[in-house]
């Protein structure tokens, strides 16, 4: 890794309230914020678009094939894009969230998008979020932080923000789901979610945002400074 720049990883299961706090944190600290949940999940909108069964491995790595993935920075905002189209809305569905958790087993994906996100990080003070980015992505990375919230407190987070955007669908339905992720995203053979030894640990249940993001800043700047 490039010594000169700052990189700080911070992984944990879906709905602990990573990328908001990621990105609020990022802008105060004038490092770039980079979800690379956004990356799974564009790989598995490219599989849904082709109708590809999302759970068959080797038809995910065949699709592969001849598809570009990249990340653009605009005003510090991340766009996703999936051969040059952005995809940024698209792969905020429930149906790509499940397509991203299931492809994001496949080894062949992970082999894709490990380059883009070392060099992302590589020439940038960055704030990466995800799921093993202390443990693979960036094993070097100077801060490493591991979020987590209790199952109810992340699907009730979720429930919300898909109730402002207009969703019907039940909190139930959004606890079943947000537990089969984790459950996939943390029992998987290759780079599962688990905390990176050198990780500080944060629960952000009961939690406020502006509170989580204060933590987040005062670790950083514990580390760096
Ligand atoms: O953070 P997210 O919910 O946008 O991530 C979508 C899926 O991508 C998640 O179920 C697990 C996977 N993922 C991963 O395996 N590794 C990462 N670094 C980021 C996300």
């Not at 082709?50 to 065949?62: E, G, H, P």
């Not at 699709?63 to 051969?83: A, H, P, R």
């Not at 204060?214 to 700047?221: M, V």
């Amino acid at each position: 890794m490039n010594n000169s720049v700052i990189n700080v990883a911070i992984d944990g299961p879906g709905g602990a309230g990573k990328s908001t706090s990621a990105r609020a944190a990022a802008k105060a600290m004038g490092y770039i914020y980079v979800d690379t949940g956004a990356l799974y999940r564009a790989v598995g909108v490219n599989a849904l678009r082709k109708n590809i069964d999302t759970k068959d491995k080797a038809a995910v790595a065949a699709s592969l094939d001849g598809i570009s993935v990249d990340l653009v920075f605009e005003n510090g905002e991340q766009k996703v894009l999936l051969n040059g189209e952005n995809v940024s809305f698209e792969i905020r569905t429930p149906p790509a969230s499940m397509a991203a958790s299931d492809v994001s087993a496949v080894p062949e994906v992970r082999a894709f998008l490990f380059d883009l996100q070392r060099d992302i990080a590589s020439r940038n003070n960055c704030i990466m979020d995800g799921r093993d980015i202390g443990t693979v992505v960036l094993p070097d990375a100077q801060v490493k932080i591991f979020l987590t919230a209790s199952a109810e407190e992340r699907a009730q987070r979720r429930y919300k923000e898909l109730q402002a955007k207009g969703s019907t669908v039940s909190f139930q339905s959004v606890l079943d789901e947000l537990i089969e992720r984790d459950y996939n995203d943390s029992h998987r053979e290759i780079a599962p979610l688990k905390p990176a030894e050198d990780s500080v640990l944060l629960d952000t249940t009961g939690v406020s945002l502006e509170k989580q993001v204060e933590k987040i800043i005062s670790i950083i700047k514990e580390k760096v400074q």
